[in-house]
């Protein structure tokens, strides 16, 4: 069982940059951020891969988004910097202790959810 707690949302202007943190108290194979606004499904952010120290990202913020992991305190983060409102959501932080076939952009391989952060992002 991995608990998984978020912090650092908050509402910036476009152009704005926020910090968020993940707190995790087991290990986990891959770990990542999955965003939502309301009537419309999770989409990936970001992943990270914890052994290879690997990770991907959506289209839509590569170059400005960078996801990174503290491991002496099992924390993760995405610092996001750029932020335009179609940033705007609900940033839930993920993780899987399995490897699985498929891609780790679908939102069910994660056998662990945070509840979520708020982030919003103004023009």
């Known amino acids: 069982q991995v608990r998984l707690v978020e912090s650092g949302g908050g509402s910036v202007q476009a152009g704005g940059s926020l910090r968020l943190s993940c707190a995790a108290d087991?290990?986990?194979?891959?770990m990542g951020w999955f965003r939502q606004v309301p009537g419309k499904q999770r989409e990936g952010v970001a992943v990270f891969y914890t052994g290879a120290g690997t990770s991907a990202y959506a289209d839509s913020v590569k170059g400005r988004f960078t996801i990174s992991r503290d491991n002496a305190e099992n924390t993760l983060f995405l610092q996001m910097n750029s932020l335009k409102p179609e940033d705007s959501g609900m940033y839930f932080c993920?993780?899987?202790?399995?490897?699985?076939?498929?891609?780790?952009?679908?939102?069910?391989?994660?056998?662990?959810w945070g509840q979520g952060t708020q982030v919003t992002v103004s023009s």
């Open positions: 993920v993780a899987d202790t399995y490897v699985r076939a498929g891609s780790h952009w679908r939102p069910s391989r994660y056998n662990h």
């Open positions: 087991g290990d986990s194979y891959i």
